[in-house]
Structure formats: C-alpha cells, structure tokens
C-alpha cells in the first residue's frame, strides 16, 4: 500500500508541476511519519522531477533577476539590523550589572584582605596536609550571594560568565561550576576536577584539593581564587554542602572566596546542610529584575536610535503578554523580537531600506533609490498607507526619498517624547513596555482630538505619568528637568522649552528665598510656605502642560504615518504562529487529510471514504477518532483491517472459501500477517507522534488517547 | 594563634642554610619550593618548631587532662603504642590538640582528613606522598608517587614506605647528633592520623573500608607505627560488628563555659571590655551551643555592635557604662539567637546608616510584615498560577477536588464545623501535626492540569480580575496559548526547587509532583495575582 501511495505521488506529477512545499529541504511533519518509499519509486521520481525542472525554469520570467537581487539587498539589510540589535542588546546587559560587578570585585578584595589577616601561612605550611591554623575564625569561607531574582535562569547564564570575565580582568583566578557539576554521581571528586582543569588547564589524574594548593603557591602572586556557583537552585545539596566545608578546611591555604548565584535569600538555607551554612560568611548582591533589564533593552532597541525597526501597537502588546504571563525570560523576548524583525524583512519588500536607516541620510537613500527604481515602481502598491497619495509614477522614488526622511524625523520626535514620558512615570513604577503598548496604540492617537485638554484617558499610563508631573516634589522635580534636557537635546525647539522651564524654576526659587530672610515669625513663613507651594505648583503645572504637548504634538504612533510599513512590523498573526507553533495539532491535521499534502489522486477523489490506498498511520488515526478516550485494540484493528480488505463480496467470499480453502486461506494467513505488523507500526509511530498511550499492564486491551480536538 | 607566628623564620634558616632568613616571603616561595624538591628529607614529617608543654597547656584551657592522658598513652621515646580513638562532639579541640601534642614531642606523623580525602584512592595515595615525602607540583604532572586505589596494593606500599622511613628515621636519629643542618626528630615512632572519621560512615564502601582501618595496625605488624582515629562521633557507632581490637578511647567533652570564657578572651586587645561583653552574651548562648566554631563569627559581630557607642575602643567600663550598652545589645541579642543563617548586606558608605544584615529563620516574620505584598523575585503569571494550583493539589485531598472546583464556584459547598469541643480541637491538633510531619502531598501531573485549567478559566470569568489598567488591551486572543506552555512551565518550576518530582505511582507509572513552598509564600503569590487562595485553602 505505502508504494501505492507513493505511487499516486509519481503518477499524478506530469498533470501537476511539484508545488514549492514538497521541495527538498521543506519538512512538514508528515514526512517524518511517512514511510521511505522503495528505491525503484525513489529512481523513478528523482527522474521526473529532473523533467519537471526546465519547464519551471521556462517559466520564470525576467523578473526573476530583479528578485534575487531584492531577496539579496533584503537578507543583507536583515542581517545588518539584527546585528546591531544584538549589539546593542549584549551591550545594554553587560551595562545594566556593571555597578552590581564593580561592587562584587571590591567586596572580593577586602574579603581577600580578611582571608590574608587570619592566615600568613608560607608556600611550604601550605602543602602540607594538616590544617595549620586553629581559630575557629579562620576556616570561615567568605561567600557572595548574588540574587538573580528571577525563577527562571536562562538569563543570568550570560550573566555570570560576564561576571567571571570582569573578575578575570581585574587580576582574580576564576573558576564557573555549574549546577550540573554538583549532582550526586559526581560527587565533590567531579566538582574538585572540574576547578583543577579550570584553573590548571591540564587534567589531572587523582583530582585532590592538595595539588590546588601548590598550583596557587607555585604562582607566588597573592591573588584571591575565586570559585562561582551558577545556579544554587539546581544543585545537589549533600554535594555542594560536602564541597563548602571542604573549602572551607582549605580557606587558610588557598584564599578561595565562593560566589554563589541563587533566586532569593532563602535559598541557601533551603538547599544546604546546616554545617556547610555554618562556613558560609555571606554578604548579598542584587543583580537588576527581569522587568528592569527589559526596560533597559526596550528603551535601547525600540525606543532610542538604534536600527529604525520598530513594532506595532499589537505586536508590542503581544510581546508584552507573553514575557508577562508566559515565559518571563528575557532570551524568548529577544527571540521574539528575531522572530519579528526577520519576518518583516522577509514580507515587506521595501524593507531593505532599512540599512542605514539610521545613519545620515538623504545621501544613503539617493543611492539605494537608482538601484531600486524599478523595485519601487514594482512593489509601491503594496504600501496601503501611501496608496491614495502617491501614484506609480516617475516621482514615486523622489517621493519615497522625502517620505524616508520625514519618517526618521518623526521616530526622533516620538522617541523622545516617549523618553520624557517615561521619565516622568518612573516614580510611580510604570514599566516603559506598558508605555510603549499604550503609546503605540494607533486608536487612543485618533480618539485624541486637538484642542481637547486631557490627552488620554483616565487610569491609563499616560495620564499617570502626567498626574506625577503634577505632584513631583521640589527636589525630584529639578532632577526630572534635567534628564528631560538629556533626552530632547536633539530636537533644539523642545529643548529650548525644557530650558524655559529650568530658568523658570530657578527664578522662582531665587525669588522665594529672598522672600523668605531667616529670621521670621512662624505665622507668616506658614504664609509664606504656601506661597512657596503654590509657585511650585504652578511651574510643576507648565511641565504638565508641555509634557502633554509632547504627547500630542509628537507622539504620533508609527502606523498612523505614512510608508511606515518599511519600518513598521505589524503581523501579529505571523508572529504569533512562529512563537507558539502547535506541532501536535498541525500533525493531527496532516493526518487527518494526508491526501492533500501527499496530493494522491486516488484518494483525493472521496473526501470522506477511507481507502486502502491510503497512508496506514492516516487510516488509523481517522479510525481512532470514533472512539472515546480508551480505544479497543481488538476493534480498533477489526475495522483497520476491514479498510485494508473490503468485505462487501462476502458472498463470493464464502464460496471461494468453500472451493480453494487451502489456497485462499494461506495467502489470508498472509495477509493477515502483513496486516497485522503494519497495525503495531502505526501504533507505534501515532505513540511517537505523542497522540496516544501505551496500553497499562492493568488494561492490557486498551489504548490510551492522547490529545484530543483541534 | 597566638602561638605560632615568631618561630617560622626561624625554622627554615635552620633547615636551607642557602636562602636567608630574614627576606620577603612571597618573593623567597620560588627558590623555596626548588630546596624543598632537591633535598626532602624525614624532617618533613614532623609539624614545625616544637613548643613547650605549658604552652601547649595554656593554648587550649580546658584540656589539660586530654592532654595529659594523650602523653600518657603514646608513651615515651620510641615506645609503641596500641592505636587510640579520640572523639568528642565538633569544635572540641580534638585535631588541634593532636597536631600541637605532636609538635611538642617533636615527633613524626602523617596526617590525613576524610574531609579532603573523598575517595579510597585520594586517602591512600596522600598517606604514600607524604611517606615518600613526595610534592606534588608542576614539574611532576601533578602526579601522585604511587598509584593505588585498592586496600591490598595499599597495604604494601605503606609497609614498604613505612620501613624506609623508619629506617631513615634510625639513621637520622645516630646522625643528627653530630650534623647540625638537620633538624634533631624525637624517635623514630610514626604515627598515622585519620582526622573526620565519621565521614568515612556515609561513603558507600565504608563496609570494606572501616574494618580495614581498625585492623590496620594488626596488618602492618610494624612495632614503630601508632595509629591514631579522630572522629566526632562516639566509637559505638563504628565497631558493632567488626572483629578487631578496639583501639583505646580518649574522651573530649564540649567545653565548660568557664573554658570558653578563657579562650574567647585569648586574643582581645580590651580584655576588660571583652568580658564584660562575655557576661552578657556568653550565659544565653551556652544554653544554645557551646561550638567555638558557632560562637565566634556571631560574638564578633554582636562585639562589634557592642562596641558601636564607644569612642574610646581602649576604654575600661564601669558599672553605668556596661549598663548601657547592654540595653543597647539587647534587642541584637535575641535576634542572634535565633537565626541559622546570616546573609550581610553591602551597602554603599554614605547609606551607612542603613546598614542592616537581614536575617532568615526566625526573625523574618517580625521583619517582613512591612512588604508582605511584594514577591522578591519574578514569575509570569502562568507560573504563578501553576504555582498556587500545585500548591492546592499537595494541600487539599484529592476527593475535594470535585467540590472546590464545580461550576458554583467552589468553597460554598464546603462544610462548616462550629463545633469547638475539647475533642474535636485535639482532633484538629493530631490533624495538623500529621500535616507538619507528613509534608505536602504528592499528586500526579493530570491533577495538577486539571486545576490549573480551572483556576485560570475562574481568573478570567471574574470581573474584578483585569480590571486595571490592562482591560483596555484584552486578553481574550492567548487563552489557547496558556496551555501550551504550561509543561515547559512545570520543568522550570522543578528546576527552582519549587516543585519536586516525587517516586513514581506503582500502579499507574507516571511521575508524581510535590509542591515544596510554604503557605506564606503561596498566599504572597495568589496576592500578587488577587486570587483568592484562602477560599480554596481546605482546613480540618
């Protein structure tokens, strides 16, 4: 039956060219079930899709040329783009620990210090293999906690190896233990190897700390050795308890100082034994939250020039859902991000205008407009929100050169709107992927009319923001003037506002101090507060009102502008489908119609009738889908096999039967068999497929269903 | 440690004539190292310049009569001894006492540590090295002198290096009369030292191993060896079925508090102050520990908060002065007694001020009613809700599930108990003490789904729930998608201990979970979440 399948494949090519998705290197999950068709049908197909080749080159048309170059300029602008993401991404994280870094290095140092008071052991004292020291004090191993604050780890892999990687550049020994060095088949003989071939980068036969110790006092530099411990969490507590106190007995030989990465402070006391605890002297580090961090890299990449990509208002949102509900890691947000960025690239052909978007400007597009003047005339239709405005015509490029520009400047405009914005929401604790979601959102910018006075609704972030402008006290309020200046020192007509404002400040302030000499009667500098007040309040109000200028004058969502789909990725559907593929579900529908991907005329042509000529494993799964969640064997295979073998001549049958009954009756024997071993590989390959379970040894007749509806 | 710092110069100028006593340690390490590689010699063996018996005696206040019984049993010059097994309770001097004995009689040992020495192999191959006198450095691969991994091997070697030591010894001990290079050893008596018996119980081949070193000194048959054990456990635990002799014990009880007294103040600059400080803290702690190893990193901090008002760090107390600054302690001090586990905080110098170590265990319920609403790290919320309906499912018995989780909305079709008789109140302490000993319960992965699905689908039927800020986005497009990333969820909820996989179901072989945080913890997550767990909480 497989080679009648494969078969009907072969059979129905001349009539019908081989479509795009069954080439070579286009897996879909049926073909991983499907059966290798035999040599003979695998020759022969090979032969006619080398006859169908030429007729597909016939007819591809000369556009052809002009669409590999396309694909060309648009892998290469993808490429460009994402790397400077990336960049700045890896850039951004290293950034954001820096502080918490320079904080673990000092803390090492006057641990070190602490370690080198207790002991002053010689090289010689140090090899020997009794402990030299007797205070109690001495064998306690300084310890820094770094608390990842996050339940998930991914992230902080990065992290710790840039840790290692700073603390190696400031002079210190550094050796990075996994969690997976402390599991219990290991034991602390693993753990002990893993830091002599770290530090000795040799391998060593019996892996004992004694040799550690001559390896650090043949160097001769006091220098602290430093051991990181990535992630408590996963570690085997008995071994890494048994390592600790190991350590600690070796602290006056070899100034070890551990350094520990877990989610929360309590951890430690959770996982390891009360002795090893009793070792630890620990001092905490806080490396910066997931939310944090985002922020950092969404004001990077999204917000602040960076590469000109940008998102929409549904894709940011439904970013923002599945890092807040989802999977809280950072690495699936910046893979989502990919995910979109090379979708854009890959759908909008304009894209590749992208490269050196963001570098200076009119002169990059002058040269790309040459080359993509045809490009242009071809594909400008496709961008809808230009449709009524340009027609295809000799100034199109022209057009799109100044559209270009305008789209940047605008993107500066908004960016540090959104900035200032964000600054001023910072007291309150709004995130700035919230803002982003609700500033990009293309009908809150509609419902905004112009004249109006309160510029969004209320409860949102944006009135938020705007409501803590209103109530910043004095002292923030001057700070939050002066990273506005930072942000829009840019734009000179905004920044000649936010000066206004300072100078404003200033005068104000100066005129109350001279309204207030020292020495005055308590009721009048009551009276005088209140001035002082109200005068604040007033100028806290011109900010009010120029941060919702900013809001209303510059805060134009991407999509409401003109050829923003060069720039704008707004496919969430696509986005969406490549984040959360479903694999079982598609290989259910595979199964359920494995004719339309097998594209067999014989069984295409019935719909609904299961035929022998089918693929076994499809037979099987539609058959499987008459019962409930238990399915019988027995009936299960009686009705497979009445598929494979119509009995609707019956009749004809029995007298056959009554005839040659020793002939027929071998050859169904036969068949039987066959039948029978295709039944159990289908079975097997449905319960590699994940859509079913092996029968229990107490139910031994019936199959358990696994997934259930599409 | 006051002891041992001013003879050290002193020793090696006597032992490398070549390098010169009086320069820089660090730089001298090299050519050190090279004296040490050309000429080992059986002085290595012995711990370092020997010190008198009455500093040996002040050293350790409290031990004078070990000490004595200790000089007893090895004897005099050249004397065999039977071996001997010292034990006591931990941070009770044993290994101290042992390694500074030696290095007042001057005489040879070797000495090994369970603690380091984790396998069979390591532990004999590190007896041999120092036997051989052989260093293991750079120049040699870092390779040990013999290979050796099993007992019978061992047993040959060390009776082969055991006599050519011993041998060497003799020599040495004819020679050193007249040649003043080497250092006079006492005897040519060596003595092996296992230190951290008791950890050699929770290896695997501790069965094969223990007898063998109880019988080692019947095997060797060498008069000139001694064997000593340490152990912190009692011998009872170690000889039940062994045939063997049963080495002599030396008992080393916890230390009175009078003793500690005398060794807390060994080394501290204001003596008057420090004991002072000694009559405050010292009683409270005794009832709690007498480890030294306990008592000294906490008395040194609390010395310091101690010592905080002071301007004078020199100054003597009086009464009124000791007064005050025991109120100011004393808050510290119950603290102290209560945590486990001390994590400092590091703060920058000009937040000096608010320099506060915080604590875990005991003190974190008065100390966390302030943020009791926020969760220190993060989750997303499909992880939380896994959380809480793991949480249910270890809490709740699984018959309740039907009823929590109807249509109706749970928690009304529960019943109400008033009664409060005396019965039924035992009844309920046998109940929750059975909870505490018992621990969560274990459920399997289709339960834990199954009300995963639940509680999310009552989250978002409730109309209180989105209603924030977040109702303008709507959430109505990814409910499908809470589902499929639930199991990657479950992996990482087991990889942050949150969730442990338990042994499997016998009759239906599948896995079954655990949820391992405590009722706090999951009440701060449903808080989070405003979900209420409490209604869903089943209580006896």
């Known amino acids: ?710 | 440690m006051a002891k041992e710092e001013s003879p050290r110069v002193s020793r090696r100028s006597t032992r490398s004539a070549t390098s010169t006593p009086t320069s820089n340690k660090i730089t001298e390490g090299g050519t050190e190292e090279a004296v040490d590689l050309c000429s080992p010699s059986v002085s290595d063996l012995v711990y370092g310049d020997p010190i008198s018996l009455d500093v040996l005696l002040s050293t350790f206040p409290g031990r004078k009569n070990q000490i004595l019984d200790l000089i007893q049993l090895l004897g005099p010059l050249n004397s065999p001894t039977l071996p001997f097994f010292v034990y006591g309770g931990p941070s009770t001097g044993k290994t101290s006492v042992i390694l500074q004995l030696f290095r007042h009689l001057n005489r040879p040992f070797v000495y090994s540590s369970f603690r380091t020495c984790y396998s069979l192999r390591i532990l004999f191959e590190s007896i041999l090295n120092q036997l051989i006198l052989h260093h293991r450095n750079a120049a040699n691969g870092y390779s040990s002198a013999k290979r050796c991994d099993k007992p019978s091997d061992f047993v040959i070697l060390l009776r082969e290096a055991l006599t050519g030591v011993i041998k060497s010894l003799k020599e040495s001990v004819g020679k050193s009369k007249f040649s003043k290079s080497e250092r006079p050893i006492n005897g040519y008596m060596t003595y092996l030292i296992f230190d951290n018996l008791e950890v050699v119980r929770e290896w695997g081949k501790a069965s094969s191993l223990l007898p063998f070193l109880f019988n080692l000194y019947d095997i060797l048959k060498i008069p000139e060896v001694g064997v000593i054990f340490i152990s912190s456990t009692s011998p009872d635990m170690f000889y039940s079925n062994m045939s063997c002799v049963e080495p002599i014990p030396i008992y080393f009880p916890s230390y009175a508090e009078n003793d500690l007294r005398q060794i807390l103040l060994r080394n501290q600059a204001n003596q008057k102050l420090y004991s002072s400080f000694l009559d405050v803290v010292l009683r409270p702690f005794c009832r709690i520990t007498r480890r030294l190893d306990e008592l000294c990193p906490i008395f040194a901090t609390l010395y310091m908060q101690y010592c905080k008002p002071l301007s004078d760090p020199g100054a003597v107390p009086n009464e009124d002065m000791k007064r005050r600054l025991y109120s100011n302690l004393q808050p510290e001090i119950s603290s102290a007694l209560n945590e486990i586990f001390r994590v400092q905080s590091r703060s920058s110098p000009e937040a000096e001020t608010s320099r506060k170590p915080e604590q875990i265990g005991g003190k974190r319920k008065l100390a966390s009613s302030e943020k009791l609403n926020e969760l220190d790290f993060h989750m997303c919320t499909s992880a939380k809700y896994l959380l809480i309906s793991s949480f249910l499912a270890s809490r709740n018995p699984a018959t309740l599930d039907a009823s929590l989780f109807d249509s109706t909305g749970g928690s009304d079709s529960r019943k109400r108990r008033r009664k409060s008789s005396d019965k039924v109140k035992a009844q309920q302490e046998t109940a929750e003490e059975e909870l505490l000993t018992k621990g969560p319960g274990s459920f399997p992965l289709e339960r834990l789904l199954a009300i995963y699905q639940c509680l999310t689908s009552v989250a978002e039927g409730s109309p209180d729930e989105e209603a924030g800020p977040d109702d303008w986005i709507g959430i109505g497009g990814e409910n499908n998608m809470l589902s499929s990333d639930v199991l990657l969820q479950i992996s990482s909820l087991c990889n942050a201990n949150i969730l442990v996989k338990g042994g499997s179901c016998p009759l239906e072989g599948s896995t079954r979970y655990r949820c391992m945080v405590s009722e706090d913890l999951a009440l701060k997550v449903a808080r989070t979440l405003r979900f209420p767990l409490a209604k869903y909480i089943y209580r006896r």
Not at chain 1, 508 to 533: C, F, I, W, Y
Not at chain 1, 555 to 582: R, S, T, W, Y
Not at chain 1, 625 to 641: P, R
Not at chain 1, 674 to 683: D, L, P, W
């Open chain 1, 1 to 710: 039956m497989a080679s009648s399948a494969s078969a009907a494949v072969v059979g129905s090519s001349p009539h019908r060219p081989l479509p795009p998705a069954l080439s070579d290197n286009n897996l879909q999950p049926l073909f991983v079930l499907h059966k290798a068709a035999s040599e003979k049908e695998d020759r022969k197909s090979v032969r006619r899709r080398m006859n169908i080749a030429p007729a597909d080159h016939q007819r591809v048309d000369a556009g052809e040329c002009m669409d590999g170059f396309q694909e060309q300029l648009q892998r290469e602008a993808f490429e460009f783009v994402w790397s400077k993401i990336e960049k700045t991404i890896k850039a951004v994280l290293k950034n954001i620990n820096s502080d918490a870094f320079s904080e673990i290095n000092s803390w090492i140092l006057e641990s070190f210090q602490a370690i080198n008071s207790f002991s002053s052991t010689s090289s010689y004292e140090a090899t020997r293999s009794f402990p030299t020291a007797i205070d109690p004090a001495s064998k306690r191993l300084f310890t820094g906690l770094v608390l990842t604050r996050n339940m998930e780890f991914v992230d902080d892999l990065m992290t710790f190896e840039d840790l290692a990687q700073h603390l190696k550049s400031q002079g210190c020994h550094v050796a990075n233990l996994s969690s997976l060095e402390f599991s219990a088949d290991n034991g602390t003989g693993g753990c002990i190897r893993s830091l002599l071939r770290q530090f000795l980068l040799s391998a060593v036969d019996a892996a004992d700390m004694s040799i550690l110790s001559s390896w650090y006092h043949a160097l001769g530099n006091g220098t602290p050795v430093v051991v990181i411990v990535n992630e408590l969490e996963r570690c085997c507590g008995s071994v890494l308890s048994d390592f600790i106190i190991m350590l600690s007995e070796w602290v006056v030989k070899i100034p070890v100082i551990l350094i520990i990465g877990a989610s929360t402070v309590d951890v430690p006391g959770n996982i390891l034994h009360f002795n090893a605890l009793r070792c630890l002297c620990s001092c905490k580090f806080t490396l910066r939250t997931p939310v944090e961090r985002m922020d950092a890299i969404i004001e990077a990449v999204l917000v602040k020039k960076c590469s000109g990509f940008s998102i929409s208002q549904k894709v940011a949102v439904f970013m923002r859902n599945y890092f807040t509900s989802h999977d809280g890691t950072l690495s699936a947000f910046i893979r989502a991000l990919k995910i979109a960025c090379a979708q854009h690239f890959v759908t909008e052909p304009l894209s590749c205008l992208l490269k050196g978007f963001d570098e200076d400007e009119n002169q990059c597009f002058q040269e790309k407009y040459d080359f993509l003047q045809e490009a242009i005339s071809k594909y400008n239709w496709s961008i809808t929100s230009c449709r009524r405005r340009s027609k295809v015509d000799e100034r199109g490029g022209k057009k799109l050169v100044s559209a270009m520009v305008e789209l940047k400047r605008l993107q500066d405009g908004w960016s540090c709107a959104l900035m200032c914005l964000y600054e001023a929401g910072k007291r309150s604790q709004i995130h700035l992927l919230d803002l982003l979601c609700e500033v990009l959102d293309p009908d809150l910018y509609a419902s905004r009319s112009p004249d109006s006075n309160s510029s969004s609704r209320k409860g949102s972030f944006i009135s938020q923001a705007i409501q803590n402008v209103r109530d910043l006290p004095e002292a923030q309020f001057i700070n939050l003037l002066k990273s506005w200046e930072k942000h829009v020192i840019a734009i000179p007509e905004i920044h000649g506002k936010v000066k206004d404002l300072q100078y404003m400040w200033k005068f104000g302030n100066a005129k109350r101090r001279k309204e207030q000499p020292p020495d005055m009667p308590r009721t009048q500098t009551s009276q005088n507060h209140l001035n002082v007040q109200r005068a604040s309040k007033a100028v806290n109000d011109r900010a009010a009102i120029f941060i919702e200028y900013l809001i209303n004058d510059l805060m134009q969502p991407m999509e409401c502008v003109p050829f923003h789909e060069i720039v704008c990725f707004k496919n969430v559907e696509k986005l969406k489908a490549a984040l959360a593929g479903d694999p079982r579900r598609q290989i259910q529908v595979d199964l359920l119609g494995s004719c339309r991907t097998l594209h067999c005329s014989c069984c295409c042509r019935y719909r609904d009738i299961l035929l022998p000529s089918m693929q076994d494993t499809s037979i099987m799964y539609t058959l499987s889908q008459e019962h409930g969640d238990v399915i019988n064997l027995y009936d299960w295979y009686e009705s497979f096999k009445l598929i494979l073998q119509p009995t609707n001549k019956g009749k004809h049958k029995k007298q056959s039967i009554f005839s040659k009954k020793k002939d027929t009756g071998k050859s169904e024997k036969l068949n039987e068999v066959a039948i029978q071993g295709r039944f159990c590989r289908g079975v097997t390959e449905l319960q590699i497929a994940g859509l079913l379970k092996m029968q229990s040894k107490r139910r031994p007749d019936y199959l358990q269903r696994v997934a259930f509806g599409l």
